[in-house]
């Protein structure tokens, strides 16, 4: 089985493209090391990630990631154990959006962005936009 972790944080410092290449650069050659395949969402100043693969390499990064100082308030909006995976040929596939772009992304659902940029999105809307993406 497959262990897959859908996460939301908040970035603690502006990340330039640079600084956000240098972190993708990185989780990519980890990721292929440890078969750990999924998706990374930058989404003015939060992040949504996917992470799929074997249970004690995604437990391993899940430790890191809580201790990344480059990000903050992680909050696990669903975890549990797949029999594949869903992203095998993504060894971390990433988009950065901006808020105002996220109701495009969302035919079934509708979202508040508008106050102070702050996006809240719930597991539905989570699946919803991740689920555009992979095509
Ligand atoms: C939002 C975010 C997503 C990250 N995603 C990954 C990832 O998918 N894989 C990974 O190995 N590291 C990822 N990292 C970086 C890890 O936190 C850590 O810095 C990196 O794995 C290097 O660890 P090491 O010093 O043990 O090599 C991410 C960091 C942030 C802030």
Redesign the pocket.
Known sequence: MIKFVIYT?KASIALSNIDLND?IT??RD??KK?Q?T?M?LYLDGF?L?Y?EGPENNIDI?YK??S??N??TSLEVLESGSIPSRRYAEWQ?LFKKISSKEVPQFLKNSNIDVQHQGEIKLNLTQVKEILGQLSL
Request: no cysteine; net charge positive; charged share 15%.
């Open positions: 944080s972190l990185i989780a980890n990721n440890n750990i999924g990374l992040f990630q992470l990064l890191k990631l201790q990344d480059r990000h971390m």
